[in-house]
T-cell receptor, first 115, second 114 residues
Framework: NAGVTQTPKFRVLKTGQSMTLLCAQDMNHEYMYWYRQDPGMGLRLIHYSVGEGTTAKGEVPDGYNVSRLKKQNFLLGLESAAPSQTSVYFC??????????????FGPGTRLTVL | KQEVTQIPAALSVPEGENLVLNCSFTDSAIYNLQWFRQDPGKGLTSLLLIQSSQREQTSGRLNASLDKSSGRSTLYIAASQPGDSATYLCAVRLPYNQGGKLIFGQGTELSVKP
């Protein structure tokens, strides 16, 4: 059981370049999330998905797109990177039942620098 | 709008001391509250999850309490060890009719000195 994995671990982009961050989980979780973590701002939700084929906006969705074509994968895309998107990106997943929200499990993070 | 605050931002204690980390939230309408640990350069590890109907949860040397009416949670760490040094984050989950999202505090950076 690998849990939640993220690729790549590090990336440096130039302003205007595009890239995709991949998140994969092998726990058969329905819900998946993308967060960014910045000094003094804490963790903020970018987008999330409540199941295969569905996505929704979080607190800070501008400049990002996501896709959930397969239940185990959640992709985060930056179409035209900006220096303000320099951050550490975390993916998380959780198993939800009709009775309660279960805990979120986090990946190790992707450190992105936009020059 | 739900806001989560953790005070202090940083805490340094000698090994063996019992300590309490604080988390407060502005809206008592929460689904649950989760405490995480984050080591430098690493992801978040879930420590304890308290449902809104519960008052506390325990795991080993950790005990988390929840007082929804006052908007407070505490994480108690007994007999602290240098290996407990990390940043501790609390997060509240909004009710389903508000999107069910996690709102994080900014964390308390704990340093346990040998």
């Amino acid at each position: 059981n690998a849990g939640v994995t993220q690729t790549p671990k590090f990336r440096v982009l130039k302003t205007g370049q595009s890239m995709t961050l991949l998140c994969a989980q092998d726990m058969n979780h329905e819900y998946m999330y993308w967060y960014r973590q910045d000094p003094g701002m804490g963790l903020r939700l970018i987008h999330y998905s409540v199941g295969e084929g569905t996505t929704a906006k979080g607190e800070v969705p501008d400049g990002y797109n996501v896709s959930r074509l397969k239940k185990q994968n959640f992709l985060l895309g930056l179409e035209s990177a900006a220096p303000s998107q320099t951050s550490v990106y975390f993916c998380a997943s959780s198993l939800h039942t009709s009775l309660s929200y279960n805990e979120q499990f986090f990946g190790p993070g992707t450190r992105l620098t936009v020059l | 709008k739900q806001e989560v605050t953790q005070i202090p931002a940083a805490l340094s204690v000698p090994e063996g001391e019992n300590l309490v980390l604080n988390c407060s939230f502005t809206d008592s309408a929460i689904y649950n509250l989760q405490w995480f640990r984050q080591d430098p350069g690493k992801g978040l590890t879930s420590l304890l999850l308290i449902q809104s109907s519960q008052r506390e949860q325990t795991s080993g040397r950790l005990n988390a309490s929840l007082d929804k009416s006052s908007g407070r949670s505490t994480l108690y760490i007994a007999a602290s060890q240098p290996g407990d040094s990390a940043t501790y984050l609390c997060a509240v989950r909004l009710p389903y009719n508000q999107g069910g999202k996690l709102i994080f505090g900014q964390g308390t950076e704990l340093s346990v000195k040998p």
